[in-house]
Structures are given as C-alpha cells and as structure tokens.
C-alpha cells in the first residue's frame, strides 16, 4: 500500500496541511465497507465512497464530522494510512457513560449501512517546519498520533518518537501494527493497569525543551500533565487535541434553557445534548467544528447566567462574556442568555 505514492508526493502533502480543509471537496456522504472489533470497546469503521470514486486527499491531523443513527454529531480523526485514497479508517471506542454518540455509531451502524458526513477539518496539523516530533497518545487518543506517526516513517528527514498510553494490552487499538512496524523501534507502549499512579512519567520525555513539536491527544488528565510539563517550552511546539476529554461530567448534566437575545426565543438544553446541538436543531447557525472545545468555532456571546466552562479556549478574563456553546453548560440548571 505505501508503494502506490511517492515520497515526493506525501512530503508535499504533509506540507500543505496548514491549508488543509475538506470544504474544497464537498462529500456528504460515507459507506460503511468494514466495520471491525480491534481492541475491547474500540471498534475500526473503513469508510468509502459509496459511488466509488477517490476520497478527498488530506493529512495527519484531520477529522471528519459524522451524523450518528442517534442524530449526535461526532468528530473522528482519520487512522491513515494517509496515502491511502479509496478508504478512510476511524477507530471510535464506545463509551457507555458518554452521550450517547460512540454507542449509537458501534450498535447502530453496520457494514454497509450509509452514513452522513458533515464536514472535516484538520485543527491539529504536523509542523514539517520541524524534523523532530513527538507523539503522546492517551487511549483512543491514538486515532490522529497512529496516523502521524505513519506519515513520518516516510520521511527520512523527519524523526519522531510515539508513546502510547493505555490501561492494558486489550485496550490499546492498533497494538499489533505498532508491534510489527517497521518504524517499531519508535514506539512506547506503556501500560498504568487502570492506576493512576502507574501512568507513565513523562518528565523525562519532556523536562529539557528541545527543537522537537509535541503533539498529545488523550484524556484530560493526560493532556494535562502534558500541558504543565511543557509549561517552559515555547508554546508554539506544543500541540493538543481532544475529542472526548470534554465528554467527562456529562452524566452528571442538567436540564437547563437558554434565551436568543435577538428574538427572545427560549430553548431547553436536555441533559443528553449540547447547546450547539439544540441551536442546530432549532435552525440557528452557529460555527462549529472541533465540538469538543477546543478549536476556538463555536465562540459565542454570553449575557447573563452562569456558565460551566468545559472548553480548553477561553481565557478566564474571557468566560464572563462568552461561552463555547459546543461543550458548556449552565450551572445548576439555570436559564443562560446568549448573544444570538
Ligand atoms: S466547535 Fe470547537 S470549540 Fe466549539
């Protein structure tokens, strides 16, 4: 499979991915051609055209935007292998205590089955500025890192070193192709058996800055730590995504309403949705992209009420005048009221 593209070519689209968007190649929708357990609760959906055609080419890093049978929407990075054109490849771990989004996609979908595409971005690009990466994966964090480090095995200028952080052996997706890679010799594994106080110790990893970028997706704790390790490298090295760490509460939510400034409409906000979910579903636009807030889209004004900020974006002088509608909520069940 790595034989059908060039180094050239992957090289060169690697170093276009700051400019990288699936809005230049509209695709509305995905056929589910494989749908494959590869570890426990993690599952592998290859995705094609249903007309057949090529897939938009993208880079590592980027994400597609799914409608579940459930009606949730959903951000999914790409696996790779990213020369790959004729499928895309997720891996979504079903998390019962989540929101309901991964179960539907794992119970409700089968080969074969069609699934909307809502769009795709990429928010958290490799920077070929750099020949040295590297790559911490927490759990399904793996998804965008696996992809990464698939990439840079093809360049020989680059080098790079993936740790890969789970509970055990079962829970870690792609273990085997880490394993047998030929790039093996780049890989940790470390595995913490569910204690906390056997996570790996990073400092090592992260206590001399370096010329290296590093780019973390994981849980909140993992990115974290990361966050206050690499507290005294220049910040532009360092990388975060994450699609689930925003999930954590949710099963604690409340029912809440909002109020539009504008018309004075007066939505509720039900324990299981967000309130970008339920601005969509009433017709109002909103940005959105990352929708696990920490790509900045979403900003809105807030008026009154007060906010439980789950978002990674705004700055505590911020969070008195905005909200990030994808993951934030009220507190105690109050009426917010937002600039809209
Ligand atoms: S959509 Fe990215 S922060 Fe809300």
Avoid at 27 to 34: D, E, G, T, Y
Wanted: charged share 15%; hydrophobic share 40%; with cysteine.
């Amino acid at each position: 499979m790595i034989a059908v593209y060039t180094l050239s070519s992957l090289r060169a689209s690697v170093q276009t991915m700051s400019s990288f968007s699936f809005a230049a190649a509209p695709l509305s929708a995905l056929r589910v051609r494989r749908k494959q357990p590869i570890a426990r609760d993690i599952v592998r959906f290859e995705l094609v055209d249903p007309a057949g055609a090529d897939l938009p080419a993208w880079t590592p890093g980027a994400h597609i935007r799914l409608l579940t049978p459930g009606g949730h929407t959903r951000s999914y990075s790409l696996c790779g292998p990213v020369q790959a054109r004729d499928h895309w490849a997720i891996a979504v771990k079903r998390d019962a205590n989540g929101r309901g989004g991964s179960v539907s996609l794992i119970d409700g979908v089968q080969e074969g089955d069609t699934l909307t595409m809502l769009g795709g971005d990429n928010l958290f690009p490799l920077d070929t500025d750099a020949d040295q990466h590297i790559l911490i994966a927490g759990g399904i964090g793996i998804t965008p890192l696996y992809a990464m480090a698939q990439a840079l095995a093809l360049m020989p200028t680059q080098s790079f070193h993936l740790y890969v952080c789970s509970r055990d052996a079962q829970s870690t997706a792609f273990l085997s192709e880490l394993q047998q890679a030929p790039w093996r010799e780049c890989v940790s594994v470390h595995h913490d058996g569910g204690d906390p106080s056997q996570s790996l110790d990073l400092w090592p990893v992260l206590e001399t800055p370096s010329a290296a970028h590093v780019y973390c997706c994981g849980p909140q704790g993992l990115m974290d730590s990361v966050r206050d390790m690499s507290g005294h490298w220049p910040a532009h090295q360092i990388h975060f995504e994450s699609f689930g760490a925003a999930t954590q509460g949710w099963a604690d939510n409340q029912a809440f309403d909002v109020v539009l400034q504008a018309s004075g409409r007066r939505l509720n906000v039900p324990p299981e949705r967000s309130i970008l979910e339920c601005l969509r579903s009433a017709g109002v636009a909103v940005a959105s992209s990352c929708e696990s807030g920490t790509c900045g889209s979403c900003k809105t004004g807030l008026i009154a009420g007060q906010v439980e900020h789950r978002d990674l974006v705004l700055l505590p002088e911020q969070r008195s005048q905005h909200i990030m509608v994808c993951v934030s909520r009220s507190i105690h069940g109050g009426t917010l009221e937002l600039a809209l």
